[in-house]
């Protein structure tokens, strides 16, 4: 049986609607998982049992993360949240901890995770943290923009084995503050932190550029993908 995956909806506010990027679903498909797009609820009852039918959750990109989440006032106009996408998701990361099951974040995966859990975000890197490093790419996407440091000692370095890599990049949002439940597993090249993870859970992982563009050329992104799923697959065992 394939692990089954729950992955968080993309939401358009304009078209009032979900939608889904085919890389985060065939980035898990190509690594043995089996993939479900999840509804957009914050019934809890609802949530709890799309969280016991799935064995590990896939938190994507999309909205702004709401900065009522980390007890800030929002700067100038910047901000795009979904606040109903916020609580949803706080949810079946809660529950996701509570059950040990395996999460791997995304570009705002990375920036929810690390806010739901008490961590801080740079509402808008152009405006609170001015760099010549390039973060919003233009297409193609699944080429590199800049490159990121891994840390030796951390589960990303164990993976990849190697100090540092190319990396794309499409976000103007990023981790000011780390959660202290949480650990730094890579830095880019102006310092900010790109990929992170939960020490004593068995898979907590979220990195801030987007595997889901390049698994298909870069064998980086596809070990991601691979030992996201793996990891589901020792939890079964």
Request: with cysteine; glycine share 6%.
């Amino acid at each position: 049986m394939k692990p089954i995956i729950g992955v968080m909806p993309l939401w358009d506010d304009e078209k009032d609607s979900l939608w889904m990027l085919p890389g985060y679903l065939d980035g898990i498909t190509k690594a043995g998982g089996l993939p479900i797009i999840l509804p957009f609820t914050d019934k809890t009852d609802e949530i709890k049992q799309l969280a016991n039918m799935c064995d590990g959750f896939l938190f994507t990109g999309g909205h702004d993360v709401s900065t009522e989440l980390y007890g800030e006032a929002p700067i100038g106009d910047v901000i795009e949240s979904c606040s109903k996408r916020d609580e949803m998701e706080k949810v079946f990361l809660q529950i996701a901890i509570d059950n040990n099951k395996p999460v791997l974040g995304i570009c705002r995966g990375i920036q929810f995770i690390n806010a739901a859990l008490g961590g801080s975000l740079y509402q808008d890197i152009p405006l609170q943290y001015p760099t010549k490093t390039e973060h919003r790419q233009s297409a193609p996407y699944d080429v590199p923009a800049h490159t990121v440091s891994i840390i030796e000692k951390t589960p990303l370095f164990n993976l990849l084995n190697t100090p540092k890599i190319q990396v794309n990049s499409l976000h103007h949002q990023a981790i000011k503050q780390l959660s202290p439940e949480l650990k730094e597993m890579a830095i880019s090249e102006d310092g900010l932190i790109e990929a992170i993870y939960m020490p004593g859970h068995k898979f907590l992982w979220a990195v801030q550029w987007h595997p889901e563009y390049s698994y298909k050329t870069d064998s980086n992104s596809k070990a991601i993908f691979s030992e996201f799923v793996k990891s589901i697959l020792k939890n079964q065992d």
